[in-house]
């Protein structure tokens, strides 16, 4: 089970750090990502992170959209992953969902297993 929280209402140019913790079974050997779905608009890739065990060995991928703004990271001794959103926009107003243990395909999000429940981000202009 994944328990997304961290979410709220922000000016923009501000900072969230949405955190997504695991219980129930460790994630640490698989991939985890972040989603988001906005009002009215299909669910979209925002980050993924690899699971190698060191952090300095770990990938991470993005979306354009978010790319040098945001970073997703995780710890593995909490079973937790993060994304640290910064210079937000009100584009980037949206529900945030964590996911877990992609089949194949990070960018895709039917193909992950485990899900989140989300967490909401509004961003003010």
């Known amino acids: 089970q994944l328990q997304a929280s961290g979410g709220g209402l922000v000016q923009a140019g501000g900072s969230l750090r949405p955190s997504c913790t695991a219980s129930?079974?460790?994630?640490?050997?698989?991939?985890m990502g972040w989603f988001r779905q906005a009002s009215g608009k299909e669910r979209e890739f925002v980050a993924a992170v690899s699971s190698s065990g060191s952090s300095s060995g770990r990938r991470t991928y993005y979306a354009d959209s978010v790319k040098g703004r945001f970073t997703i990271s995780r710890d593995n001794a909490k079973n937790t992953v993060y994304l640290q959103m910064n210079v937000l926009r009100p584009e980037d107003t949206a529900v945030y969902y964590c996911?877990?243990?992609?089949?194949?395909?990070?960018?895709?999000?039917?193909?992950?297993?485990?899900w989140g429940q989300g967490t909401l981000v509004t961003v003010s202009s």
């Open positions: 996911a877990a243990d992609p089949r194949s395909g990070i960018y895709t999000d039917y193909k992950y297993r485990y």
């Open positions: 129930g079974r460790t994630f640490s050997s698989v991939f």
